[in-house]
């Protein structure tokens, strides 16, 4: 099985990547492919593909490239939560999961608080605003022990905007809607629930990683800094990994 070449486009389904983005990769180096036939077409190696869906970054990876990709492409069913229900119904199978792998009292259900508040952001803010792709990507590493999620949605800046229109840029939404509390006539909108998200993480053995627009996140226990910079490649959404860190 590992002597066997496919084609790109199964590796793009079976990665659940862009064949752009494979392309690039194998002019950069870092996924190599193998020409063959005189037009030299690209195939790839199954052995390597294997070690790709094996790998502890393809998740991250995948709901990277998805959220940064100009159309987005069909993610895996595995991964991919159409509607609130069905992401509710894994959030409660990996409460169950966590449940019996996790030794510290307490912080499984404060883990699946935090990621049920984001995800959960993802549809109450996007209800029939939906730019394109609805639904979320949301994955277990187990091997990482970390939890990503990711949205094509309108993103922290464009919901803040129809209560704060004074913001211009998704670095002071991030801000805003982790140190803040804003709200409207009908219902409180997104930022909120993160003040909550906050104050798990930085109490717990726990970190956050989270992406709006160009603006990056980084949250950790015992630090109350917020570290927010700008990125090189935007996103559409939001990106999210909650990583369990180690414990004595």
């Given at each position: ?70 159309n987005g492409f069909e993610l895996n069913p595995q991964v991919y939560c159409e ?84 913001l211009t840029n998704s670095a002071q939404a991030l801000k805003i809607a982790f ?9 409180e909108v997104r930022g909120n629930g993160l003040k909550f998200v906050k104050s ?49």
């Open positions: 099985m590992s002597s066997k070449l496919i084609k790109i486009g199964e590796v793009s389904e079976l990665l659940g990547i862009s064949i752009d983005t494979i392309r690039r990769w194998d002019k950069s180096g870092k996924f190599p492919s193998v020409r063959t036939g005189p037009n030299g077409h690209r195939f790839y190696k199954f052995s390597d593909i294997e070690a790709k869906l094996n790998s502890s970054t393809n998740y991250r990876n995948q709901a990277i490239e998805w959220v940064r990709s100009q509607t609130r229900d069905i992401f509710q119904s894994r959030l409660e199978t990996l409460l169950s999961e966590l449940g019996k792998t996790l030794p510290l009292e307490g912080i499984v259900s404060l883990i699946i608080a935090v990621a049920g508040e984001i995800g959960n952001n993802s549809y109450d803010h996007n209800l029939g605003n939906w730019p394109d792709i609805m639904g979320i990507f949301f994955y277990y590493d187990e091997k990482d022990k970390s939890i990503i999620l990711a949205d094509r949605g309108q993103g922290i800046l464009s919901t803040l905007k129809h209560v704060r229109p004074e140190t803040e509390t804003v709200s409207s006539r009908s219902t798990v993480i930085i109490n717990n053995p726990l970190s956050l990683d989270f992406q709006t627009g160009n603006a990056f996140l980084h949250i950790k226990q015992n630090d109350s800094n917020l570290i927010i910079r700008e990125t090189d490649i935007p996103i559409k959404g939001c990106f999210a990994k909650i990583k369990i860190e180690k414990t004595q």
